[in-house]
């Protein structure tokens, strides 16, 4: 039980770190084709 | 690669190309009612009559691309993404309300030309606020945020279940020669399980045994009523 709680845990932390990038990527990408779309 | 690691491979890839999708066309979305707003708040591209406020160059397509992208990195982002950790699917709503009710805040409050307060950019920015704050509001409790933000994933991980310990074993009932007869051996009831547990069946034979064995004098009353008792409490069929 204690190996399934600490591997779920990992797991989450693994999903927060990926989506942190996700959101920086997805505002940085953004601004940028955004900038091109219009120029 | 063990089997375990595909999914999550999988799941890892859909999650960061579904909510950088996502944020993409917020983004897009963002910038491009901006950018309309600078210009007045309408425009208009295309059709025979003379127009008198014109899109600036990739407007539409940023407005209308940002939907579509955002609509399908949302799908791919709660569909096949990581089940585990924060869920934002349920923010993108206050995410969008939010995001384009600071657009007509802010140029509510400065609108271009310098021409004082608008009344009708602020109504409409507290209306956005509104939509994309109110149902914040209902997630303040411990379980949303927890759901929202750190999700157990509740289909990767079964509710722990805590098997029921083993049963007593059937007692053996001390034997007493009666006066007179032979000593009658206890048989356990025929059939019962590894623990020593009583089938339905076999609970019947036991008592009905037990009580022959009053009947002839080889249990006292009190023996009788423990060695009862006992066998009634291994009964598997009660709750």
Partial sequence: ?39 | MTSGSAPLIRGSIATVLGLTAAVLGLTWLFLGTRSLLVNGGTCAVGGPFEIANPCAEGIPAAILGGIGIGAVGLIIYSGPGLRVGPRLTILILPALFLSLGWNFVYFGISPPGGAGVSVGLLVTAGLFLILGGGPLLFMLNRKDLRSTFWSDGAELVPDPVTPPGPLPSVPQVRQRRPTGSASVPVPPPAGGGPDGSAAPDDLSQALDRLYQLHLRGALTADEYATAKRRLLEQDPTDD
């Fill in chain 1, 1 to 39: 039980m204690t190996d399934e709680r600490s591997s779920l845990t990992r797991r989450k932390l693994w999903s927060a770190a990926l989506q942190v990038v996700a959101i920086i990527l997805g505002v940085w990408l953004g601004m940028l084709t955004f900038g091109w779309l219009t120029s």
